[in-house]
């Protein structure tokens, strides 16, 4: 599979407002997991994986984020930004970056901490010929209180203490075709869920990716706390070296 066929979106604009206060001063992909920026953990995965057409869609303190990555030679590659004027929601800042012919999108949000593999990702997809690709983790979500199952009459018949349930959540990491583009309309307001929609209701090509390795979004504060707290038993499959960068 040839990379310099894909050009890699992070999503890096957003405001980060469930965590405030610390955004009120940082932008969220550069708040810091143990001693490195979690942008610059996705930015040495991708040089790893082999990706360099590299693109940051900025927007809420975008000047930090251009202070922070220069022009990218420091993780061996050229960095292209693109800026959004208003918020443009998770997914509309990809109508701003140029595309050309037979280049697929790798699209991720810049708060994202995960091991997958993004290159057998992007392999996936291609070989399913889907339109868009959506990585999805099987997330458990426990009740705290005992579950009742009634029957017509209000009977119960199945009481379950503190169940776990497990549901396939997207992770903010995608693979587009350049058609995805007319799905996505300039200049407006739009979030990945409302662009999968429009693909579904075209009956367009949309798989699945399942990762059943590291995954956290860092965007609930206690993930937050969670993902600093691991770091450091995790270090060595999350930071990779890449030229021109040495490890902290």
């Not at 082999?50 to 303190?61: C, E, N, P, R, V």
């Amino acid at each position: 599979m040839h990379v310099n066929r894909v050009r890699t979106v992070i999503m890096a604009g957003g405001k980060g407002t469930r965590l405030r206060p610390f955004t009120t001063v940082f932008p969220k992909p550069l708040m810091p997991i143990g001693d490195v920026p979690i942008l610059d953990l996705v930015l040495r995965q991708l040089r790893h994986f082999g990706f360099s057409k590299i693109t940051i869609a900025t927007g809420y303190l975008a000047e930090l984020i251009l202070t922070y990555l220069g022009d990218g030679s420091q993780y061996g590659t050229k960095l292209e930004f693109v800026r959004e004027r208003e918020p443009l929601g998770t997914i509309g800042p990809l109508a701003l970056v140029p595309c050309e012919e037979g280049e697929s999108f790798l699209v991720l949000n810049g708060d994202v901490l995960t091991t997958i593999d993004y290159m057998d990702l992007v392999r996936h997809h291609r070989e399913t010929n889907a339109l868009a690709t959506v990585a999805a983790y099987r997330r458990p979500t426990t009740i705290d209180k005992g579950v009742l199952t009634v029957d017509d009459k209000g009977c119960i018949v199945k009481y379950v203490e503190k169940p776990t349930y497990y549901n396939l959540v997207a992770m903010g990491i995608y693979v587009f075709e350049p058609a995805v583009l007319k799905y996505i309309p300039s200049g407006i307001h739009t979030d990945a869920p409302e662009v999968i929609q429009r693909l579904l209701a075209d009956r367009a090509r949309v798989e699945s990716y399942l990762f059943d390795g590291y995954w956290m979004d860092i965007g609930q504060p206690g993930d937050y706390e969670k993902a600093i707290e691991e770091f450091d038993a995790r270090r060595s499959s999350l930071l990779y070296d890449t030229p021109g960068v040495s490890e902290a």
